[in-house]
């Protein structure tokens, strides 16, 4: 069954062509909802509703442009929807803003440790560092997508990287001595 065919069956309801979108594509999108959750199981849940989204609004997608990044924008929404009501962010003077910059030797640091340490971010920070550096979009786009402000983003995006410096400049110190 092509792309095609497999999302004209969705969008008749059909549930064993809905049993193949989720299988096709839910290790793809799990891995968003990771990114943007504080745990495995809130990303569990952000998946779930993630599908049920696609499933209610898979009518909307008119074949024009990317079924996959449709859907892909579709779970970034669903899962950064829980914190815009939660008012996570903090208010920021964007003339106190440090720029950071964290490096990294990729083989130095395990891939699952920084997993790990970006995992342990607080929420506004790990949602504005994955959506800045992970996905490549510019504070004013974050500033829409969380109803922020572009110094919050600028903020919180400063306040992730001093706090991942720290936490890789520890595991440098502890696995040199």
């Known amino acids: 069954m092509t792309l095609e065919e497999l999302i004209i069956k969705c969008k008749e309801r059909d549930p064993k062509a809905q049993e193949t979108l989720y299988r096709n594509y839910s290790g793809v999108l799990f891995a968003i909802c990771l990114k943007y959750s504080p745990n495995y199981a809130e990303a569990e849940d952000n998946l779930q509703d ?3 989204t696609i499933f209610n609004r898979i009518g909307q997608f008119k074949g024009k442009g990317s079924f996959e990044g449709w859907i892909k924008r579709i779970t970034v929404n669903t899962a950064l929807q829980k914190y815009r009501k939660q008012k996570v962010f903090d208010i920021a003077n964007e003339d106190q803003i440090p720029e950071d910059e964290v490096q990294v030797e990729d083989e130095d640091v395990p891939l699952d440790f920084l997993l790990k ?7 506004r920070y ?19 997508m969380l109803q922020i402000s572009d110094g919050t983003s600028k903020s919180n995006l400063a306040r992730a990287r001093g706090i991942l410096k720290k936490k890789l400049e520890e595991y440098h110190n502890a696995n040199s001595a």
Request: charged share 25%; glycine share 4%.
């Open 50 to 52: 993630a599908f049920l």
């Open 117 to 123: 340490i970006i995992q342990e971010l607080p929420d």
């Open 126 to 144: 790990r949602l504005v560092f994955n959506l800045y550096v992970m996905d490549g979009y510019a504070h004013k786009e974050i500033a829409e």
